[in-house]
């Protein structure tokens, strides 16, 4: 059965792979993207962002900003290893 997470993960999927198509991507998309981003979604943008700005002479500053943002929602370094503590514990626990 499709879950409420799923469903998100699934869309965010489909329109980055649009965008990914698209030498100038839509700004709907963007935007309905950075709406829908979760934690596990927004490092797969960000990459496919670097992507599109790194094949750019004069990368758009509309994209750079874009860029920033999403960088600056992923999780720092010590909040990941805290999260795959938690993580690595409930596996334990499971067992």
Known sequence: MLDAEEARR????????????D??????QLNRIEAALTP???GEYFEM????IASER???????GRLENVAAQLP???QLRQLEAIL???EEDDE
């Open 49 to 52: 962002l670097m992507d599109k």
């Open 40 to 42: 596990e979604t927004a």
């Open 88 to 90: 690595e514990s409930d």
């Open 10 to 21: 699934r869309y965010v999927e489909m329109l980055t792979d649009k965008v990914r198509e």
């Open 76 to 78: 720092r370094r010590a």
């Open 23 to 28: 030498r100038f991507p839509s700004v709907t």
């Open 58 to 64: 004069y990368p758009s500053p509309t994209m750079l």
